[in-house]
C-alpha cells in the first residue's frame, strides 16, 4: 500500500535525522575537548586545528553514510 510505503519513509528520514543530530552533537563535544585541551596548553595551536579539522572530516564522512543509507532504504521502500 502506497501510504504505508509514505508512512514508513517518513520514519526512515526521522531516525536518519536523529543519527545527523547525534553525530553533530558528538562532534561538537569533541570540539569542545579539544579546546579545553588547548586552553590547557596540553596540544599546541597546530594540532588544535588538525584534531578540529580531523573531527569535521570525520563528522562529514558520517553523515555521507547515514544519507546513503537513508536513500537506499528509502528507494527499497518505495520500489515493493
Known sequence: ???IGENVT????????????????VRRDSNEEVK????DKL???DEA??????IQK??????KKIDAIADEK??????I
Not at 531516525?15 to 553533530?24: G, K, M, P, Q, Y
Not at 579545553?36 to 586552553?39: C, I, R, S
Not at 570525520?58 to 553523515?63: G, K
Not at 528509502?74 to 520500489?79: F, M, P, Y
Open 1 to 3: 500500500d502506497k501510504e
Open 10 to 25: 517518513s520514519a526512515v528520514k526521522k531516525v536518519a535525522e536523529d543519527a545527523r543530530v547525534a553525530v553533530r552533537l
Open 36 to 39: 579545553k585541551a588547548l586552553k
Open 43 to 45: 596540544v599546541s595551536e
Open 49 to 54: 586545528k588538525k584534531g578540529e579539522a580531523d
Open 58 to 63: 570525520l563528522t562529514d564522512d558520517c553523515i
Open 74 to 79: 528509502e528507494k527499497s521502500i518505495l520500489t
